[in-house]
């Protein structure tokens, strides 16, 4: 009888200059599995020397690290080569910090406030290619931003967009607002074009970035349902995306 083959483990390290929170957070995800710990490192050049010569899939960084800052991090961690993601697990949590380490290609942006098992599934979705955003960090995000709308998207367009923002797949949008699928994934195809990206991800960041306007609930309570999807529900508790209620 043939072995099943076993699950790629997802290899990380911990860029954090506490060390008591960094072995603390090192020894529970170490126990966790499909997780292997590849290095626990207090500054930016211990880190950099585990990415030169260990593969790592995803990096656990704060903005913070003692004299240095996490998006300086994230520039030199790519001009070594390194081509994972990056977590952003933090104590304090600033809109435009967030702003700017989403730019630059970070995958998520964490509250150290939030339960452990929330971060294993944070952790999950980001060394999957998706993008993890908290609730606490999507509303500092919406109130950075002026009031301006996103009516150069149609209403379709913009109820696609809160799906995908929410983590949700065409599926599931199509399910939501009454659509067929392949028609969803004809709107997905349209948002990509309209923000000059080709990923899922890319397009979560511009959205979250304010790129397509402000971030208020585009549709009344009941529009669409009440989807299963934790990650919808705080993206519409947070108000993720603005405009008026659209018309089709």
């Given amino acids: 009888m043939s072995e099943q083959p076993q699950e790629k483990q997802i290899r990380l390290v911990l860029l954090d200059d506490h060390a008591l929170f960094r072995a603390s957070l090192g020894r529970f995800l170490a126990l966790e599995p499909g997780f292997e710990v590849a ?21 656990l960084l704060d903005f913070a690290l003692g004299t240095e800052r996490g998006e300086e991090f994230i520039s030199a961690a790519r001009r070594v080569g390194y081509q994972g993601r990056f977590l952003i697990v933090a104590g304090t949590v600033d809109p435009r910090d967030s702003a700017v380490v989403l730019r630059l290609g970070a995958s998520g942006v964490f509250s150290k406030a939030e339960a452990p098992d929330r971060l294993v599934q944070a952790i999950r979705l980001v060394a999957n290619g998706q993008v993890w955003v908290d609730e606490r960090v999507i509303q500092l995000l919406s109130n950075q931003y002026d009031q301006t709308s996103v009516s150069f998207l149609t209403g379709r367009e913009q109820r696609v967009l809160l799906g995908i923002v929410g983590g949700l797949t065409n599926k599931n949008i199509a399910e939501n607002i009454g659509l067929s699928e392949s028609s969803v994934k004809s709107i997905v195809q349209q948002l990509f074009y309209k923000a000059r990206v080709r990923r899922r991800s890319q397009l979560v960041r511009v ?26 529900r705080r993206t519409n508790a947070a108000n993720l995306l603005t405009g008026r209620q659209p018309n089709d």
Avoid at 40 to 57: I, K, Q, T, W
Avoid at 207 to 232: F, W, Y
């Fill in 39 to 59: 290095g626990l490192c207090g500054n930016c050049a211990e880190a950099l020397g585990v990415l030169r010569h260990s593969p790592v899939d995803v990096v």
């Fill in 207 to 232: 959205a979250l970035e304010g790129s397509l306007g402000t971030v208020r609930q585009l549709t009344k309570p009941g529009r669409m349902g009440e989807p299963d999807s934790d990650s919808l």
